[in-house]
C-alpha cells in the first residue's frame, strides 16, 4: 500500500467551477500535509499547508483534513485555466511522502 | 521568503562526461536538501536526501557512486552525475527543508534538464 493515494486523473471542470482534489494517506501518525502544484515541464510550487483538523482557506483554495479518516483534500473555487496542472498531496511524519499527482484540466 | 535556486537551468553534455547541478537556499538554511529526478509524465522520484555534514541517504535502486552528492554548508548541495549516458537524461529538482521551521515543508527548486546526447 501506498503511503499516500491520488487519484491520477485527469479531472475536467469548466471555468468557474469548484475543483475538489482528494488525497488519502496511510500512517495515522502523520502530522503535516501539504498541496503543491506543478505545471508542465516546471517544478513543484507549494500552495497550502494544513496540520489541524478542519478547514484552511487561502484565497480561492481551501484544503481540508480529516485525520480520523486519514484524508486530504483541497477546493478550488472559481477555477481558471491558469489552474490547470498537477497537484501533488504530501504528507509528513519521519519522511516526506509524495502522491503521484492529480492533473487538473479547466475549461474555458 | 524560501527561495531555492538550482544552476545550471539545463545542460546538455555528451555521454560519458560528468555533469554538477548546485541547489542553493537564498533565504534560509537547510540541513536537509533532497534530490529528485523525473521522467516525463511520470511522478517525482526521490533519489537521495542531501544532510549537511554527513553522507547523502540514498534510495534503493539509485547508485550512490554515479550521483555524488555532497552537501558543504547549510545553504548549498551539489548533485554530480558521473559518466552520464543518455538514460540519465531528465529533469532534476532539488528541495529544501528550512532548519527553522516546524512543519518540515519542502520547497522546491526550478528543477535542471539534463540532455545526454
Known amino acids: 500500500q501506498k503511503e499516500v493515494e491520488q487519484n491520477s486523473g485527469p479531472l475536467s471542470v469548466p471555468e468557474g467551477a469548484i475543483a475538489s482534489l482528494n488525497c488519502t494517506y496511510s500512517d495515522r501518525g502523520s502530522q503535516s500535509f501539504f498541496w503543491y502544484r506543478q505545471y508542465s515541464g516546471k517544478s513543484p510550487e507549494l500552495i497550502m499547508s494544513i496540520y489541524s483538523n478542519g478547514d484552511k482557506e487561502d484565497g480561492r483554495f481551501t484544503a481540508q483534513l480529516n485525520k480520523a479518516s486519514q484524508y486530504v483534500s483541497l477546493l478550488i473555487r472559481d477555477s481558471q485555466p491558469s489552474d490547470s496542472a498537477t497537484y501533488l498531496c504530501a504528507v509528513t511524519l519521519n519522511k516526506f511522502y509524495f502522491g503521484s499527482g492529480t492533473k487538473l484540466n479547466v475549461k474555458p | 521568503g524560501a527561495v531555492v535556486s538550482q544552476h545550471p537551468s539545463w545542460v546538455i553534455c555528451k555521454s560519458g562526461t560528468s555533469v554538477k547541478i548546485e541547489c542553493r537556499s537564498l533565504d534560509f538554511q537547510a540541513t536537509t536538501m533532497f534530490w529528485y529526478r523525473q521522467f516525463p509524465k511520470q511522478s517525482l522520484m526521490l533519489m537521495a536526501t542531501?544532510?549537511?555534514?554527513?553522507?547523502?541517504?540514498?534510495e534503493q535502486g539509485v547508485e550512490k557512486d554515479k550521483f555524488l552528492i555532497n552537501h558543504a554548508s547549510l545553504t548549498l548541495s551539489t548533485l554530480t552525475v558521473t559518466s552520464a549516458h543518455p538514460e540519465d537524461s531528465s529533469f532534476y529538482i532539488c528541495?529544501?527543508?528550512?532548519?527553522?521551521?516546524?512543519?518540515?515543508?519542502?520547497?522546491f527548486g526550478p528543477g535542471t534538464r539534463l540532455t545526454v546526447l
Open positions: 528541495s529544501a527543508r528550512d532548519l527553522n521551521s516546524a512543519h518540515n515543508e519542502q520547497f
Open positions: 542531501s544532510n549537511e555534514g554527513s553522507k547523502a541517504t540514498y
